[in-house]
């Protein structure tokens, strides 16, 4: 989708920051979202767009600031805001894959309640075209 200038817009994007020495399980379920998203976003559409950042931590090389999902940076420009997900130390409770999605709309629910407050959506609108691409994976 193209955005404002010309520029390439994703309803949904994913991305990563991690140590040299990451999960294994983590980092391969978070690769295989990131292509899965990429793959079918294209059929989908969102009010604005969220791009998910995982920490991922890795021993003494890299270990996240915070806990759970926080929202990063919106650019009101792009219509875009990062949000952000700390993962736990040590290896998923559950199936990786299973867990990242669930991660994701984690993520999601966190946005639309941004979208909320900033009244980039009404009350009773929600972001399920990003639920959807989730879904999609």
Do not use: C
């Not at 989908?44 to 021993?59: D, I, R």
């Not at 650019?75 to 040590?90: C, F, N, W, Y």
């Not at 979208?115 to 972001?127: P, V, Y």
Request: aromatic content about 6%; overall charge negative.
């Amino acid at each position: 989708m193209t955005g404002i200038d010309g520029v390439s817009m994703e309803a949904l994007s994913i991305g990563a920051v991690s140590g040299v020495v990451s999960n294994k399980a983590w980092t391969t379920a978070i690769d295989n979202a990131m292509r899965r998203v990429a793959e079918v976003r294209d059929s989908y559409s969102s009010p604005f767009n969220v791009n998910v950042v995982f920490h991922v931590p890795a021993g003494r090389d890299f270990t996240p600031e915070f806990e759970g999902i926080r929202s990063g940076r919106f650019s009101r420009k792009e219509r875009t805001l990062m949000v952000q997900v700390a993962i736990p130390e040590g290896a998923p409770e559950g199936e990786p894959d299973q867990e990242v999605r669930r991660l994701l709309l984690g993520a999601i629910d966190l946005a639309e309640d941004f979208a909320r407050m900033e009244a980039l959506i009404s009350e009773g609108d929600r972001l399920d075209g990003l639920r959807a691409i989730v879904a999609a994976i």
